[in-house]
T-cell receptor, first 117, second 115 residues
Framework: EAGVAQSPRYKIIEKRQSVAFWCNPISGHATLYWYQQILGQGPKLLIQFQNNGVVDDSQLPKDRFSAERLKGVDSTLKIQPAKLEDSAVYLC???????????????FGPGTRLTVL | KQEVTQIPAALSVPEGENLVLNCSFTDSAIYNLQWFRQDPGKGLTSLLLIQSSQREQTSGRLNASLDKSSGRSTLYIAASQPGDSATYLCAVIIGGSSNTGKLIFGQGTTLQVKP
């Protein structure tokens, strides 16, 4: 079974530029998560999708970050314009489904390391 | 608000030593607790998942325990090897129907096992 795929693996941009990350979850997984991991910290959830609907985006800086999952499969996360503090690893994860009473194990991709200069 | 803390932040041990990593959480109403391993430049690999009704899980040289009442979990690594060198992350999912299943992580413990 193929794992969660992410691209690119590394990206270096200057502040105020825009950048986009792509994630392809495990086939059949309805739930998709984007986490941000700043150096020396644990990952923090940015946004969670159930199929193509947003379940939780309470910690997404909506003035500069956006994400979509149009067909309920692949997802893109965009930052525009980027700030120095956006330098981090962006991790995508997926799970079979999430319901109010049953949470399935999350599987993580390799991440995209973003450096903002 | 649920907070997860891991102590120590870093640990260096000689090969062959048994060791314990600690994780504490502030709200005992969790759905499950999961331990992950993260190698430099890599994503997260799930090691052990403990449901809230369980007290421990074992996989090979790893044993994770959960004490909900005290808000603590430990990851025990037996006979450590240089290949165990990595960052170990603890994460919880808050229980209750209003929660969405997101993982709340600690900051991790970076382990170095010296040959």
């Amino acid at each position: 079974e193929a794992g969660v795929a992410q691209s690119p693996r590394y990206k270096i941009i200057e502040k105020r530029q825009s950048v986009a990350f792509w994630c392809n979850p495990i086939s059949g997984h309805a739930t998709l998560y984007w986490y941000q991991q700043i150096l020396g910290q644990g990952p923090k959830l940015l946004i969670q999708f159930q199929n193509n609907g947003v379940v939780d985006d309470s910690q997404l800086p909506k003035d500069r970050f956006s994400a979509e999952r149009l067909k309920g499969v692949d997802s893109t996360l965009k930052i525009q314009p980027a700030k120095l503090e956006d330098s981090a690893v962006y991790l995508c994860a997926s799970s079979i489904r999430t319901s109010g009473i049953s949470y399935n194990e999350q599987f993580f991709g390799p991440g995209t390391r973003l450096t903002v200069l | 608000k649920q907070e997860v803390t891991q102590i120590p932040a870093a640990l260096s041990v000689p090969e062959g030593e048994n060791l314990v990593l600690n994780c504490s959480f502030t709200d005992s109403a969790i759905y499950n607790l999961q331990w992950f391993r993260q190698d430099p430049g890599k994503g997260l690999t799930s090691l052990l998942l403990i449901q809230s009704s369980q007290r421990e899980q074992t996989s090979g040289r790893l044993n994770a325990s959960l004490d909900k009442s005290s808000g603590r979990s430990t990851l025990y690594i037996a006979a450590s090897q240089p290949g165990d060198s990595a960052t170990y992350l603890c994460a919880v999912i808050i229980g209750g129907s209003s929660n969405t299943g997101k993982l709340i992580f600690g900051q991790g413990t970076t382990l170095q096992v010296k040959p």
